[in-house]
Nanobody, 124 residues
Framework: QVQLVESGGGLVQAGGSLRLSCTAS????????LGWFRQAPGKEREFVAA????????TYADSVKGRFTISRDNAKNTVYLQMNSLKPEDTAVYYC?????????????????WGQGTQVTVSS
């Protein structure tokens, strides 16, 4: 089992920045691919970004490419999502997720473990 806890969400104006953190406990953190997803009201949960076990490989949704950066610190059992140039359409609950596979890191059903989510609200 892996337990994931997100933090860092909040209210920010358009154009601002936030950094989300997700801290894991349980099994060996470095064995897991970590992903960030988000879900806006009335919409399905969608992929945002993912990072491979040791961190050299990352992938992003087109909607956040160039604005968001995913990184991880295996010594701290933590994955981060740096979000810059935020837009009102980035408003959502952001979830951290973990899987042992890198086959299709954007696929929601590939992830076995999920955090409880953190709210990000971007005002115009």
């Amino acid at each position: 089992q892996v337990q994931l806890v997100e933090s860092g969400g909040g209210l920010v104006q358009a154009g601002g920045s936030l950094r989300l953190s997700c801290t894991a406990s349980g099994r060996t953190f470095s064995n897991y691919v970590l992903g960030w997803f988000r879900q806006a009201p009335g919409k399905e949960r969608e992929f945002v970004a993912a990072i491979s076990t040791s961190g050299p490989s990352t992938t992003y949704a087109d909607s956040v490419k160039g604005r968001f950066t995913i990184s991880r610190d295996n010594a701290k059992n933590t994955v981060y999502l740096q979000m810059n140039s935020l837009k009102p359409e980035d408003t959502a609950v952001y979830y951290c997720a973990a899987t042992t596979r890198w086959l299709t890191p954007s696929a929601r059903n590939q992830y076995n473990y999920w955090g409880q989510g953190t709210q990000v609200t971007v005002s115009s």
